[in-house]
């Protein structure tokens, strides 16, 4: 037995000395106790498939009035979606909400030119649906805004975001999504979130984006703000998931803590990231991988903050202004 611990305490040793970096002022070792490597390239990100947009149910506002077609409910400000299908959303909501509530079913929405505020909760809230496909409409320039305080069922502390979702959630199109978040996060997905293409700018006094299961960036054009974390994945009940992967798009990020989080792993492939944060730049519970395109970190505090740091010479990462370097 005494032999045993022996061994055990030599092998963590060996561990914790080919950690996180050679420079302990860009990046530094830390774990995450109970948990194994993630898988996230066996983790295929979901696309949007074709739709037909010919067919689409028109969802109208005006002001503080709600036209809608089949397939949708309409109570005061109020719309909510319960059927699948396709919807196109457009017109300005002074105060009010578009709910979707189709338990196990696909819908897919286009936004066209849509101005969402509401005061006391989500202006989109996803509650029950398979997968919700979001395509911002070439040209349109679509946003969400909330108040500072929301108004929830007793019991429950949700939702807490100004798009909030507990359904997978896809967001694509070459349109712009605005989003002004004075409660809580701008983006939180309880699923998993994969954001394909768009111009996406979050303005948040907590958390910009994140999503549960994993966050996958493949492409567009991302700015946070955010008063805490910039993107972020959450996941801690489940070892394959809680990653985040970027592939592509260009990111730029300024955040009061984390600018990228993620519980087990933060894959980076592509892309260009830009970070400006006062706390560490990229946090994993488990292997930052940095294995292609560019990003640049200004921070205050570490550059990398993981268990395992692997970055490849296909791939430019500075951190205020030094590059790492290369270790694969």
Do not use: W
């Not at 709910?99 to 989109?124: Q, T, Y």
């Not at 492939?269 to 294995?291: E, M, P, R, Y």
């Amino acid at each position: 037995m005494k032999k045993f611990i022996i061994v055990m305490v030599t092998l963590l040793l060996a561990f914790s000395l080919v950690g996180c970096g050679e420079d302990n002022t860009n990046s530094t070792v830390t774990n995450t106790p109970g948990l194994e490597q993630g898988t996230p390239d066996t983790k295929p990100d979901s696309t949007t498939p074709p739709v037909d947009t010919s067919a689409a149910v028109k969802i109208e506002f005006k002001d503080t009035a709600v036209t809608a077609g089949e397939g949708v409910t309409v109570n005061g400000s109020v719309a909510t979606i319960t059927a699948a299908g396709t919807y196109e959303v457009s017109g300005k909501l002074n105060d009010g909400q578009l709910i979707v509530d189709a338990d196990g079913l696909e819908i897919f929405l286009i936004f066209n030119n849509v101005s969402l505020h509401c005061s006391n909760s989500a202006p989109l809230f996803v509650k029950k649906a398979d997968h919700v496909y979001l395509s911002l409409a070439d040209g349109s320039t679509n946003t969400l805004t909330d108040g500072s305080v929301y108004t929830l069922e007793p019991g429950t502390t949700e939702p807490d975001a100004t798009l909030f979702s507990k359904a997978d959630m896809t967001i694509s199109g070459t349109g712009t999504l605005n989003i002004t978040a004075n409660y809580n996060d701008g983006i939180a997905n309880r699923d998993t979130l994969v954001i394909e293409s768009g111009i996406i700018n979050v303005d948040a006094v907590n958390h910009g984006i994140k999503g549960k299961d994993f966050l996958s960036i493949i492409g567009g054009t991302i700015k946070v703000i955010a008063g805490i974390d910039g993107i972020k994945s959450t996941n801690d009940t489940d070892a394959t998931l809680g990653y985040l992967n970027i592939s592509g798009g260009s990111i730029d990020i300024k955040a009061e803590d984390e600018a990228i989080s993620a519980v087990t792993n933060v894959k980076i492939s592509g892309g260009n990231v830009v970070i400006d944060t006062a706390n560490n730049a990229i946090k994993a519970g488990l292997t930052v991988d940095i294995s292609a395109g560019e990003v640049k970190i200004t921070t205050d505090d570490k550059g990398l903050l993981c268990a395992e740091e692997k970055i490849s010479s296909n791939a430019n990462v500075t951190v205020n202004g030094s590059k790492l370097n290369s270790n694969y």
